[in-house]
């Protein structure tokens, strides 16, 4: 946990630079506070460590806790746009596993080295108020990314099945036609304009789907946070992914998919 229908636009380069160059700072604040000590470690420290200048840190984040926000972020991120990424086909439950068993696991996602700096950057959060704010920070992110995820998923759904009704509506009209004489010509019909990305009421997250988005992210969140607290390994049926898979499956009695709202008589 320390990384989607709609594709983002490819980054610029001086974006990738400014990535990168985030990225170097993190692992080497992570690498500081792992070898000294959160308190030993000052931003200069880190700004030497990651070979830039400290004005250059200071550009890129505001205080020496805020410097490992990247490596919690990449893996809270990379889950929740594993979900985005799921088959479409997938309800909502399914989709979460998949989502687990493609960034969780070594083979696939985060590595078993990786697993153990997650360990000690969870257990570093757990002892700084300062360093717990970034990474309660950061699952709110994510949690934020999964509400918008599950929208799109719900309205990607809904827009299938009007296509599907519609094209069903016209075949039964071409059916009908063709049964009957023709008396007249009808009119062309005008072509339906083409799907915009401007947000409509269909593809705004309902409370029930935020509700959804924080019950999951709660799941994973505890199933990582009680994994590190351990000294088991990262996989295996006490490992991060199986207590998240476990977790997931406790709720499997929790409505996923959004009700239709009864008509108020």
């Not at 991060?240 to 709202?261: C, D, H, M, Q, S």
Request: net charge positive; proline share 8%.
């Amino acid at each position: 946990m320390i990384s989607s229908a709609s594709p983002s636009a490819p980054a610029s380069l001086t974006e990738r630079r400014k990535a990168a160059t985030r990225m170097e700072i993190a692992r080497a604040a992570a690498g500081l506070f792992v070898s000294r000590g959160l308190k030993a470690t000052r931003a200069e420290d880190i700004a030497q460590a990651a070979g830039v200048a400290p004005r250059t840190f200071y550009r890129y984040f505001a205080t020496k806790e805020e410097a490992v926000a990247p490596l919690y972020a990449a893996g809270a991120q990379r889950w929740a746009e594993a979900v985005r990424e799921a088959p479409a086909e997938l309800p909502v439950p399914d989709a979460l596993d998949h989502a687990v068993r493609h960034t969780f696991v070594s083979s696939h996602g985060v590595s078993a080295a990786s697993w153990e700096w997650v360990r000690t950057l969870i257990r570093l959060a757990g002892t700084s108020p300062a360093l717990g704010k970034v990474w309660a920070e950061v699952c709110h992110t994510s949690e934020t990314t999964l509400t918008e995820v599950l929208a799109e998923r719900t309205e990607c759904t809904k827009r299938t099945e009007r296509t599907e009704r519609t094209e069903r509506t016209e075949w039964v009209g071409r059916a009908t036609a063709t049964a009957q004489p023709t008396t007249a010509a009808a009119p062309p019909r005008t072509p339906a304009p083409a799907p915009t990305s401007i947000p409509t009421p269909d593809n705004v997250a309902s409370p029930h789907q935020r509700f959804t988005a924080a019950v999951a992210s709660a799941a994973v969140r505890v199933a990582v946070e009680s994994w590190a607290a351990s000294n088991t390994p990262p996989t295996g049926p006490e490992g991060p992914a199986e207590l998240a898979l476990r977790n997931l499956r406790a709720l499997r009695g929790f409505v996923w998919e959004e009700e239709p709202t009864e008509r108020k008589s």
